[in-house]
């Protein structure tokens, strides 16, 4: 993978410094622009609000005045809602356009070590994440293979949600967890994890489990993977 101009002050593309001796790489990859819009930046949703409120102004637009009956369609006026047809699709564009580059920008990396994550459009920013750090893991998977993976910090370590989003657990505010976002083959990628993870820690147990599906995706499953 040759690193773009942006980032071309990377050692290796995801990597800031170069690996030190004994580390590494074990998998790289990066978020699908297409599955991040959806889940993260949830255009599906807001493309059928905008449906919903263009449809109850149509109606308004050929409401009948004072007892009368439904206007033609030859005589309403229909500019108000071809302006707001044009709003909600620039507003539909700009988030497409958002999560494209979100993903482009974006690259994980999983060493024997760590996972390193390289986010931010405008503001880059590079995530070191030792393996002896994380506490757990949950792997949301999607019906297509792709999903998500949360990591869980151990002890008193924090990352500000904000800083973190989208690459952030839905919903976890209060004790975010970075997330490896709308990956392909996640479960494969789990198990990498779940391998470097217990040889970084070969004497720590680790749990496998289902917990409810998330609500952010009705039909995906979840696992836990808990230290």
Same mark, same amino acid.
């Given at each position: 993978?040759?690193?773009?101009? $942006?980032? +071309?002050? $990377? ?6 410094? *170069?690996? !030190?001796?004994? +580390? ?15 889940? *993260? ?33 030859? $005589? ?12 909600? *699709? ?14 482009? /920008? ?31 893991? /949950? ?30 657990? !839905? ?5 975010? +967890? ?12 789990? $198990? ?36």
């Amino acid at each position: 993978m040759k690193a773009t101009h $942006e980032h +071309e002050w $990377e050692a290796s593309p995801g990597l800031p410094s *170069a690996l !030190p001796k004994g +580390e590494r790489v074990v998998w790289q990859g990066a978020p699908d622009w297409k599955r991040l819009a959806i889940h *993260a930046f949830h255009v599906r949703k807001v493309a059928l609000y905008f449906a919903l409120m263009l449809a109850v102004q149509a109606l308004n637009l050929t409401a009948p005045d004072s007892g009368t009956g439904w206007k033609p369609l030859t $005589e309403v006026d229909w500019k108000p809602l071809v302006v707001a047809a044009s709003l909600y *699709a620039l507003a539909l564009a700009l988030l497409l356009g958002s999560a494209w580059m979100s993903a482009r /920008s974006t690259l994980y990396t999983l060493t024997n070590k760590r996972v390193v994550m390289r986010i931010g459009v405008v503001l880059t920013l590079t995530f070191n994440l030792p393996l002896r750090m994380l506490a757990g893991a /949950s792997i949301k998977t999607n019906p297509d293979g792709t999903g998500d993976i949360a990591l869980k910090l151990a002890g008193n370590d924090h990352i500000a949600w904000l800083n973190l989003w989208p690459h952030a657990r !839905p919903w976890a505010l209060r004790h975010p +967890e970075p997330s490896l976002r709308c990956i392909a083959n996640v479960g494969v990628v789990g $198990e990498r994890i779940v391998q470097a993870w217990q040889a970084v820690n070969p004497h720590m147990p680790v749990m496998l489990g289902d917990t409810s599906p998330s609500t952010d995706a009705p039909r995906a499953s979840t696992q836990e993977i808990a230290a």
